[in-house]
């Protein structure tokens, strides 16, 4: 039976009972299976065995070269990390019954000292968390074992390379001593010998090495170095528990939207060796390359070394097309493995493999991380080679990855000379202050500096660093190594490997040849080139691909909402067009009035002291706002246009008061109060008090506004209609839809309609040209959504404003809230999300849902959208297409990004 038929089928096929345990040793209290021996699983199992332990089992029981293992259930980690306890005795008594079965399996024994089994002990949560968690290599040796394996193989060198191996592994992940401190002890004894490279550090080399470890770890720790393999590995069970809390793996859970409980599963697996020489050796593949999408064997290896070497960026490695050469028939063995896994899993694998004296052996398989072009390429591809469904493709692209391939990429038509060069691991541009660490990266993130993280390599632990930066670059390393994986995943932009940069991280400076930068200055990446640039370099909008297009065609064969864009001026509206929007949503049309060339007008207005004198002021913003108007039906020629009218309180076009203070206080020190430009600002602070309000939020603005200023919203009007009528005249169709803003009961609504209509008639009357609009209503306020009934008598759309609606309803303050308390809140997990970027479903979303039916109760064909930040969030839109709305718009550039989740709204309701 061909192997991926044999996956296939093994799914399903647990026979064991996951409700009682019988040791051989002896009968053990019943309670839950903790253990499964690789053999034991299947794939279906991931919730139990984590994602890497369903696969090991899937592969071994096919017959693949899978080094002989078991995996300890998240069930057993989750038990764990809620008692407090420690390992209960079950438990171990389980583990000692697996490796019990490992040492009859492979003849070998778990501290013996002329055939010692030594094991991996590896993390493995049900979502793949690359690097997030705690790796130990090599267990099982101690003083004894590892001079039996050296007796055994022949190579003292190796034997105590693996030695030392795991003495620095152990001694930080479970005893919590430094990394560093261990590197700097290699480097140490690499300058008294006067060689660069681990790999020309000898047998007795690694042993002075292993002496000083030992005696850093009792400095440290004030314990010795643990020596009965037992030990060892009740102690990295614990410590690779423990790591599903730590720091990196949290912020990844958070990013990634994995969920805090599941837990992770721990892997014990039978060590093999890729640093027994130069016919061993270590290696990741993809089997499509995860940049871009393209169907080739991707990835990279390097001979006499472990695992860790290729993935921690510490040497650069060599493509895997190089193996081909080197060992071709292992090479062709690890096509062949690698094209059965593709094709028994449906996607595109990341598969981490070892040599050991010319023998392949396969340590895993995972859904492999792919950069946002990668991701639409390989779905496209897949479907068209019948692999998986066109919904299949739909549903594997997140819709966040469609957004990250319109990042702006570096214009190449600019004459420019690149500074250095390295690996193009993770495609787009960026350009940013460089730094040098992640903390300082995070902080001056939150300044609102763009930043470049520049490092050797990047580690686990600089995850958050990695999250605030613009992009990445690193001197050491390949496309495989952590910062190039993490960065794809993020759709970051990343150069990695780049070895000319020589980077002091104690003076802040990194230098190729003779040109030295500092901690600030700025520097420019292309993740597609591997090219670094120093200072800003010009940028350009990306290109669409064939299979972008592709995509998004096969999403609006499917879905049911519209997509609309929010957009304030005609350049907007053309490029949402292009990317599919099917109407403006939302026009802000104060975003028109904050042009520097109309505050001055905008005041006069504002600050009239009567009226004739602010009809002026608006008689003079009329024609201004009618071109505008003009050049957006122009960009949605055919499109419906929903035009929101001035909505924030007059202060915000005023200055500010405190500025004006500070003004006024000085001209007075000066003695200047008897000039005209001293009354003028004492003129102007004495209406800016007077507009002053507590809370804006709650005050004077929106339709409030328009009640109390009637004429505002007529200009507006009037230059709505204007627009359209000229327009028409030139064979343009135009859907005008009129929003009046912050309506909290029918009658506000009913006045403003009734003026509306009125200045559309008197326009329409003068130009003899009928135009077809609408007029209705943005629900912001919790109270229009609890009447929606009576104001759907008014209104011929409802637009749910939900960056207000969710101010209201919570009352919280956007910018306060973000910023004082509620991250905060959704640390500690008061609240599941931030509110203002996932709609809240059972709040705001319960408001939402009855206005709609409500205002659909009394008008059944009642249009209704959405127009906030929520519009282009993927649960968000989801839930709009749950409760039957017709749109949501969003901004510019998240436009495909809606599009792909209403269909998989679909999708998923199915």
Not at 108 to 129: D, E, Q, Y
Not at 468 to 491: F, K
Not at 626 to 631: A, I, L, N, S, W
Not at 710 to 732: D, H, L, S, T, W
């Amino acid at each position: 039976m061909p192997g991926d038929q044999r996956i296939q089928q093994s799914r399903g096929r647990n026979s064991k009972s996951h409700t009682g345990y019988h040791s051989k040793r002896g009968t053990i209290a019943v309670g839950l299976k903790q253990v499964y021996r690789f053999h034991e699983g299947n794939r279906d199992m991931k919730d139990l065995l984590g994602g890497k332990g369903a696969n090991l089992a899937d592969m071994t029981r096919v017959g693949l070269p899978v080094p002989p293992g078991f995996t300890i259930t998240t069930e057993a980690c989750n038990d764990f990390l809620k008692s407090g306890e420690g390992l209960k005795e079950e438990l171990l008594e389980q583990v000692k019954e697996a490796i019990s079965g490992l040492e009859k399996e492979t003849g070998k024994k778990l501290g013996h000292p002329k055939r010692p089994l030594l094991v991996s002990v590896r993390s493995g949560a049900k979502f793949s968390m690359p690097g997030m968690m705690d790796t130990i290599l090599n267990l099982g040796l101690n003083d004894q074992t590892a001079a039996g394996l050296a007796g055994q193989t022949g190579n003292p060198r190796f034997a105590y390379d693996c030695y030392r191996r795991f003495i620095q592994m152990f001694g930080d992940v479970v005893l919590g001593v430094d990394h560093y401190k261990f590197e700097q002890v290699i480097q140490k004894v690499k300058e008294k010998k006067g060689v660069e490279l681990d790999t020309e550090l000898d047998a007795e080399d690694w042993q002075e090495v292993i002496r000083a470890f030992k005696e850093l770890i009792w400095k440290e720790t004030k314990n010795p170095f643990p020596q009965e393999p037992m030990e060892q590995l009740k102690q990295a069970i614990v410590a690779v528990f423990s790591s599903w809390n730590n720091n990196r793996a949290k912020i990844y859970r958070k990013m990634n939207g994995i969920p805090d409980d599941l837990g992770t599963a721990v892997n014990v697996q039978t060590m093999v060796f890729g640093n027994m020489g130069n016919e061993s050796g270590t290696g990741v593949c993809f089997t499509r390359n995860p940049s871009s999408g393209e169907k080739e064997l991707y990835g990279e290896f390097l001979f006499n070394a472990q695992g860790e070497d290729v993935v921690a960026g510490i040497r650069t490695p060599k493509p895997i097309a190089d193996l081909e050469k080197e060992m071709p028939d292992v090479y062709e063995e690890l096509v062949r493995i690698c094209n059965q896994l593709e094709s028994a899993y449906r996607d595109m694998q990341d598969i981490e493999f070892t040599i050991e004296n010319k023998k392949l052996y396969i340590l895993q398989t995972r859904v492999g991380k792919r950069t946002s072009q990668a991701a639409v390429k390989i779905a496209v591809q897949m479907a068209g080679e019948g692999i998986i469904s066109r919904e299949e493709a739909l549903m594997r692209v997140e819709p966040e990855q469609l957004e990250q391939m319109l990042h702006r990429r570096i214009d190449h038509n600019a004459k420019l000379t690149a500074w250095a060069k390295g690996l193009p691991a993770s495609p787009g541009a960026a350009s940013g202050q460089i730094v040098f660490d992640a903390d300082t990266a995070e902080a001056w993130a939150k300044e609102g500096k763009r930043v470049l993280l520049v490092r050797p390599e990047t580690t686990p632990e600089d995850i958050h660093g990695v999250l605030a930066a613009q992009g990445i670059l690193t001197s050491r390393g390949g496309m495989t190594s952590h910062a190039a994986v993490v960065a794809r995943g993020m759709g970051k932009a990343c150069v990695c490997g780049c070895e000319q940069l020589k980077i002091d991280l104690r003076q802040k400076t990194v230098t190729v040849e003779d040109v030295t930068l500092r901690e600030g200055d700025v520097l420019s990446i292309d993740g597609g080139t591997g090219q670094v640039f120093i200072g800003e370099v010009p940028m350009k909008d990306p290109e669409l691909t064939p299979e972008f297009r592709e995509l998004l065609k096969w999403a609006d064969e499917i879905r049911r909402l519209k997509v609309r864009t929010n957009a304030d001026n005609p350049e907007d509206a053309e490029k949402a067009r292009e990317l599919g929007a099917e109407g403006i949503g939302l026009c802000r049309t104060e975003h028109m009035f904050m042009d520097p060339k109309r505050i001055p007008i905008v005041q006069r207005m504002i600050l009239a002291d009567d009226q004739e004198e602010r009809q002026q002021a608006l008689d003079e913003l009329l024609p201004m706002q009618k071109e505008d108007f003009k050049g957006i039906f122009r960009a949605m020629d055919g499109l419906p246009v929903n035009i929101r009218l001035l909505d924030p309180p007059l202060h915000e076009f005023l200055p500010n008061m405190e500025d004006l203070l500070v003004e006024i206080t000085k001209m007075q020190v000066a003695g200047q109060e008897g000039t005209g430009e001293y009354r003028q600002k004492e003129h102007l602070l004495k209406k800016v008090r007077s507009l002053h309000e507590f809370n804006p939020m709650l005050g004077h603005r929106g339709c409030r506004l328009g009640i109390i200023h009637p004429e505002i919203y007529r200009m507006q009007a009037e230059a709505i209609f204007q627009a359209a009528v000229e327009c028409i005249k030139e064979g343009i169709r135009v859907e005008p839809e009129i929003m009046i803003p912050l309506v909290g009961h029918v009658e506000e609504l009913k006045r403003m309609r009734a003026l509306v209509e009125q200045v559309a008639a008197e326009v329409m009357a003068a130009e003899n040209v009928s135009v077809s609009y609408q007029v209705g209503t943005m629900i912001e306020i919790p109270r229009a959504a609890l009447t929606a009934d009576q104001i759907a008598e008014e209104a011929d759309f409802f637009s749910f404003g939900t960056n207000d609606l969710t101010q209201t309803t919570f009352g919280y303050s956007r910018d306060d809230a973000e910023g004082k308390f509620l991250h905060t809140y959704v640390d500690q997990k008061i609240l599941p999300d931030n509110p203002f970027i996932r709609l809240d479903r059972e709040g705001v979303g319960e408001l939402v849902r009855i206005g709609t039916e409500k205002g659909r109760n009394t008008k059944p064909a009642l249009k209704t959208g959405i127009c906030g930040e929520h519009g282009g969030e993927k649960e968000s839109i989801r839930f709009c297409h749950e409760v039957g709305m017709n749109y949501v718009s969003c901004s510019v550039f998240r436009v495909p990004l809606a599009r792909l989740a209403a269909a998989q709204a679909v999708i998923l309701e199915k």
